[in-house]
């Protein structure tokens, strides 16, 4: 049993049969059997796999509807000749390990509906799945009988994005005299390579023609220069902002179920219904391939009744007030009500969080004197000169220096009814005086939450921070792997690092659709480490993201300009993330 990362102690195959046969005899296994071996043979015991199996109990419903099917098929067809006469098979598996497709034959193998450990014990497209690298699998590893003369190699086959697995290519043959490499790995590593080839390139041609299918919706609708249009393929939504005014969560997920029904052939007029009862008529068309598919489907909404006037779209909420989860709206509640009187109040927290914002909102729309420590750490003037009748914003109180201190101090014990706004940051040594300053204003402060604790407001925010679409352009939306990756991330900057992110992606990209994860800046699409990494692993990454970058994501060529292989690059972007 091997992947390509983790290779146990040579073991003969004779000792393996030995030491198979006094496990299934109940009998104590000798010494030298690799852990991963006995513990996969305890797993098929536990599950309840006989070792005499002849046909799997189980025979799962092949899906009607498998891209990844699609995309294969004619990629193995074509590695199929490679196979050569005599006893090889070539087998495609989804991510349930339902065998989607087989070509040639292996005594044993070729019964094989589905290639769960559940259902057949180890094997290389289970170990495969699990480990989301090459896997390799001979003779006596396995717990069945009939696949004591096989062995076989499965590579994971990677959606476009590569964030999760969607099948195995497994090639099988007979008992191979070297155990590893496996003989035809490197068939098995090029047939998966080509399959992601072809689903990458096949997710660009959808794309392409659900936005074609957007915009000559768009021109041809009677709504004129701002219409309600949708388009939808179950992965990639384009949404008008007419139409994001009309839609309701409840429609949007009427239409999202209709997009799957169409792919799958099933009319429904769901979608029709509850839009209707949401005040708006939805005409609904599918978008097909050139081959007749359909891919999705592209809806015109229009509000029931008179049309009304077009008015311009409603003022967002600001960014300083988005945000649902407990923290948040602990924290802009509790300064709401604090700032309700007009005495002096501390708003703390880390740079980005958004203190400076609130504050502004807080303070509300009339003249405000704003000092910044930053600039003017003694306060020169900005007390002095400070009108008693307008509110006073402080801003960085960290950078004070004796003098603003003192001043401010000084300013406070003489008004204590004074409506000053405090922003301070924590971190750097505090002096007496400044010590002071913020015990005085304690009883008055609230603490604004990092935005790595409040990561479900991530999704609201996204909107509010892009900037407003030209006309005639969707919003910009985001896939859920862009989603998740957004919401992992630990933000050191907060929500301004956030708009930055959100602001440079809106204004740089050239793609259509929803953001994909590939398209993040590297710490955000990578993730943050699960362990510290090493000054030469730090050094590694950064040449490998860099030649990324250079190559425009293209693993492939990346690896060529490093000089390594593909797999190898794999496994260590893998490692950065363990």
């Avoid at 490499?181 to 399959?195: C, D, I, S, T």
């Avoid at 008008?240 to 239409?255: H, I, K």
């Avoid at 400044?434 to 479900?456: C, F, G, H, I, N």
């Avoid at 590297?522 to 000054?535: I, K, N, T």
């Amino acid at each position: 049993m091997t992947t390509t990362e983790h290779t146990p102690a040579a073991t003969a195959l004779s000792s393996l049969y030995d030491a198979r046969e006094r496990f299934l005899t109940g009998r104590p296994l000798p010494d030298g059997v690799p852990e991963e071996i006995a513990a996969a043979w305890r797993r098929a015991r536990f599950f309840g796999v006989p070792h005499d199996l002849r046909e799997p109990a189980a025979r799962p419903v092949r899906p009607v509807d498998s891209a990844l099917l699609d995309a294969a098929r004619p990629v193995l067809e074509r590695i199929v000749p490679a196979l050569g006469a005599g006893r090889s098979l070539l087998a495609l598996t989804d991510e349930r390990l339902r065998v989607l497709w087989t070509a040639g034959s292996v005594p044993g193998l070729e019964t094989c509906p589905v290639l769960s450990e559940q259902e057949v014990g180890d094997n290389s497209a289970a170990l495969a799945l699990r480990t989301r690298r090459r896997a390799e699998m001979h003779g006596p590893e396995h717990f069945l009988d009939r696949w004591q003369d096989v062995s076989a190699v499965s590579v994971p086959v990677l959606d476009p994005e590569g964030a999760q697995v969607l099948g195995t290519v497994t090639v099988a043959a007979g008992l191979a005299t070297a155990r590893s490499p496996h003989p035809q790995a490197a068939l098995a590593e090029a047939a998966a390579a080509a399959v992601e080839t072809e689903l990458r390139a096949r997710a660009g041609r959808a794309e392409r023609v659900l936005l074609d299918a957007y915009l000559r919706a768009a021109a041809d609708t009677v709504c004129g220069a701002d219409p309600a249009v949708v388009a939808l393929d179950g992965r990639n939504r384009l949404v008008s902002d007419a139409a994001q005014r009309l839609l309701t969560p409840g429609v949007l997920e009427a239409l999202e179920r209709t997009a799957v029904s169409a792919r799958r052939g099933d009319a429904t007029a769901e979608a029709a219904a509850v839009a209707e009862s949401a005040g708006c008529t939805a005409r609904i068309t599918p978008v097909r391939l050139d081959d007749g598919t359909v891919l999705g489907v592209v809806a015109v909404l229009e509000r029931l009744g008179d049309s009304p006037p077009s008015t311009p779209a409603p003022p967002r909420s600001p960014v300083t007030l988005t945000g649902s989860s407990v923290p948040w709206r602990h924290a802009v509640t509790c300064a709401v009500e604090l700032a309700r009187s007009p005495e002096p109040l501390l708003l703390t927290g880390e740079r980005g969080t958004g203190k400076s914002a609130l504050a502004r909102e807080l303070l509300g729309q009339g003249a405000v004197r704003v000092a910044d420590a930053a600039r003017d750490s003694g306060l020169a003037g900005a007390l002095t000169a400070w009108p008693a009748d307008r509110p006073l914003l402080l801003r960085h109180a960290e950078r004070l220096e004796q003098p603003g201190v003192a001043a401010l101090n000084s300013l406070l014990d003489t008004r204590p009814d004074a409506r000053v706004l405090v922003t301070y940051t924590p971190g750097a040594p505090v002096g007496p005086c400044l010590q002071r300053l913020l015990d005085k204003l304690s009883a008055r402060s609230v603490t604004l939450p990092p935005l790595r604790e409040r990561a479900e407001d991530i999704r609201e925010l996204l909107p509010v921070l892009a900037p407003r679409p030209v006309p005639g352009q969707p919003p910009l939306t985001w896939t859920l792997d862009a989603l998740r990756a957004l919401e992992l991330h630990p933000w050191p900057g907060n929500v301004t690092e956030l708009a930055h992110v959100v602001r440079a992606l809106a204004e740089q990209r050239r793609m259509s659709g929803p953001v994909r994860r590939a398209e993040l800046p590297d710490p955000v699409r990578e993730g943050p480490a699960a362990r510290p990494l090493s000054p030469m692993e730090h050094a590694e990454r950064a040449a490998i993201l860099e030649a990324l970058r250079r190559h425009g994501g293209n693993k492939a060529r990346a690896a060529a300009a490093l000089g390594i292989g593909r797999a190898t690059l794999y496994r260590k972007l893998r490692g950065y993330r363990d």
